[in-house]
């Protein structure tokens, strides 16, 4: 796949390297190499929201909307319906529910036409499971993928670690590959310098670094979008480090703290956008009981953490963490998983207030403005 059509920082194509590189391979395996272009697909549906998620002052995922969008969607319906292929395999370090030999044997399977097609057919949802290598695992960016494409996909590196995958890849003469370094930053455009980057697309808008506690001026910086929470805040003249807190985006203010640790940086409450479910659309155990205890994570390969979920009536989760967590911030995606089995997730646009807040008896600075009719409290009901 060419999802992205431009030179990187130094004025090199890196599609067309990874092209070289996928191609060498196949050659190798003797097997036929397929291009497709999804570079308009791409530019539509995920670097457009990832733009107008930063405009509004979010922190987006692109690698999770692409998935869902680029690879799962797109390209999944091409090689099904343009190449004939009974399935697709990816690279990501992940499970599913369902043996290689049950992928294959659903081509197989007649089924009913027309309109009513689902109310009558009796099929077990296909789970999405953690891979055997933890520290590899790659559930957090398949967590809005369909159960469409789930049933057809398999994932071959699941149950392997990676060094595991390098030695199979020496011993199968494929060292052009081993020597590529890790995919790092934005999905399919790489690693650059972000603001300089962002810039290039959204307008400035100056504002001033405001200090949490005193309310001091200490610096200025090109536009408050530019900062996610908990991030380090580099202000000229400054040697200490100070870091995220809020933004206030009438204002164009970025609020700072002088700790990385600092309670104005940690929230225990959140409410995500309506919830993406993989194989049960909620689970039972939620529309029973309108509360589920589980575990999510906001960052790929952060620690689980406990927490409960209160489901409200549009399909949205309150999201209620055991003990208060560092750095939550708007247009991140909380991806909740229950044991080896990844839930699904929905993205975080309202956050409660912050320890520090509370402490303060201030009210909190982020509010989302997608949560009409929330009222003013945040308190998720009881």
Known sequence: MKNWDSLDEHGVCTADRDCEDAYRVCQVLDIPFHQVSYVKEYWNEVFSDFLNEYEKGRTPNPDIVCNKHIKFSCFFHYAVDNLGADAIATGHYARTSLEEEEVFQQRHVKRPEG??????????????????????????????????????????????????????????????????????????????????????????????FVSIEDGRVLGTHKGWFLYTLGQRARIG?????????????????????????????????LRTSRVHWIAEEPPAVLVRDKMMECHFRFRHQMALVPCVLTLNQDGTVWVTAVKAVRALALGQFAVFYRGQECLGSGKILRLGPSAYTLQRGRSGAQVAPESPGDGPGLRPPL
């Open 237 to 269: 003249g400054l040697q200490e480090p100070w870091y995220v807190v809020e933004k206030d985006g009438a204002k164009g203010d970025v609020f700072v703290a002088p700790q990385t640790d600092h309670p104005a940086l940690y929230r225990d409450l």
């Open 115 to 208: 309109l009513f097609r689902n109310r009558f057919e009796v099929r077990n949802a296909v789970k999405l499971l953690q891979a055997a290598d933890s520290f590899k695992d790659q559930t957090f960016f398949l967590s809005q993928v369909s159960q469409d494409a789930l049933r057809r996909t398999i994932f071959p590196l699941g149950g392997l670690t990676k060094d595991f995958v390098k030695k199979i890849a020496a011993e199968n003469k494929l060292h052009h590959v081993l020597q590529k370094k890790e995919s790092m930053g934005i999905c399919f455009v790489g690693k650059r310098n972000f603001e300089h980057f962002l810039l290039q697309y959204l307008q400035p808008r100056p504002g001033r």
